[in-house]
């Protein structure tokens, strides 16, 4: 009789660092790391920027925007409804797959809202505006007003962002530089038509969360993805993976090569910026987030930018400059009082975070006092 194996809380979490780049920085490009990663969660613009900081050994953030401004990457609403930062081939090859749980949300937030309009008339019409310029929401809805009078613009908007595949165009999510949220479809972006659904394709994408999130269990993956019925894929694919089970007994799958590092493998530091792929790519967040930390790290609808220590989150950081940018403040919220030779690592780590986002700028690391209550918090 095989036994199942039993993986802790640390040997999961080494797992999960290794794969998401994070036990040490990889030799990569951007474009393997966003790929492996199937995309960067960045709600936040400059989010992307931050997440491969901490994975890459030579990322260098003006040519990625470069490329970001180039079209080999774009922002575009995925997984969970939610923007991310893939590579052009992943984002016609992937948005195909989210489409009808987006339409999902949309049908069921918004059919009072939206009642007597006709949905594939709205997302012609959307097309033949995003044809003329890219728009904000806002501006996508007022325009449809003139055929939807009585419709609230809010609404109208939020049909196009949750119909079409709308990706945010630059300067929005360019380095140091910003701009309003306006869209257009990736089709018209990128010159090319979304990959259709294929049998595989929803399997293949269930392999790559594993390869870069795993050992996850099915509802792991769909936490992540988004997505519904995933055991029958789990089902399917079986034969390619390996299980195991968690300390709880909850059954994990995995790529049967993929790396699971000793659970005493030595974790450095590492600075995440406002939800990173990895607080947020399994139910069960303990892998690398105490219950305790995720409630003072999760503010009304916000995940704080988050650093950990010995692999764990161990506290929140902001960065202040000023607006010459002469000077730069990276200040630092422990959730539980650092011992010294964890202080001189944050602090270290610190102060390359800040010689990247503020290169020749005065430079301080400073303490906050660690949090003694928790605050509330909502989850998005």
């Not at 079209?71 to 969970?80: E, K, M």
């Not at 590579?87 to 918004?110: G, Q």
């Not at 945010?168 to 479809?185: F, S």
Request: hydrophobic share 40%; glycine share 6%; aromatic share 8%.
């Amino acid at each position: 009789m095989t036994t199942t194996p039993v993986l802790s809380r640390r040997a999961l979490n080494r797992a999960l660092l290794d794969r998401q780049l994070l036990l040490a920085r990889a030799p990569w490009d951007a474009a393997r790391a966003v790929e492996h990663l199937v995309g960067l969660q960045t709600q936040i613009p400059g989010n992307h920027y931050t997440a491969l900081f901490s994975r890459l050994e030579d990322f260098r953030a003006e040519e990625f925007s470069r490329s970001f401004e180039a079209r080999a990457f774009v922002r575009i609403s995925l997984h969970r409804s939610t923007i991310h930062t893939v590579t052009a081939r992943d984002c016609l090859a992937l948005r195909p797959l989210f489409a009808a749980p987006a339409e999902r949300v949309l049908r069921s937030n918004y059919a009072a809202r939206l009642a007597g309009v006709d949905l594939d008339r709205l997302a012609e019409r959307a097309r033949e505006l995003a044809a003329r310029e890219p728009c904000t929401f806002h501006a996508f809805g007022q325009a449809l007003q003139s055929e939807w009078p009585h419709h609230e613009a809010q609404a109208l908007g939020m049909a196009v962002r949750l119909l079409l595949p709308m990706v945010q165009v630059p300067p929005r999510g360019l380095w140091r530089r910003g701009g309003a949220a306006r869209h257009t479809t990736a089709q018209l972006w990128l010159g090319e038509e979304l990959a259709p659904p294929t049998p595989g394709a929803l399997d293949e994408l269930v392999l790559r969360y594993v390869g870069a999130f795993g050992p996850a269990s099915v509802k792991d993956a769909q936490t992540w993805s988004g997505l519904t019925r995933l055991r029958e894929v789990f089902d399917r694919v079986g034969h390619r993976l390996r299980r195991f089970r968690d300390e709880g007994g909850t059954e994990l799958f995995d790529l049967p090569d993929a790396p699971r590092p000793d659970a005493d493998t030595p974790a450095p530091v590492r600075f995440l910026p406002d939800y990173d792929n990895v607080l947020i790519g399994h139910a069960d967040r303990t892998r690398v987030m105490a219950d305790e930390a995720r409630r003072r790290v999760w503010l009304a609808n916000r995940a704080l930018p988050t650093f950990l220590v010995d692999g764990f989150v161990a506290g929140t950081w902001r960065l202040e400059t000023d607006r010459r940018g002469t000077e730069a403040t990276l200040v630092l919220a422990p959730l539980r009082r650092p011992g010294r030779s964890e202080r001189a690592a944050l602090e270290e780590e610190g102060a390359r975070l800040l010689g990247f986002h503020a290169p020749g700028a005065s430079a301080t690391v400073r303490w906050e006092e660690e949090s003694q209550e928790p605050r509330e918090s909502q989850e998005t």
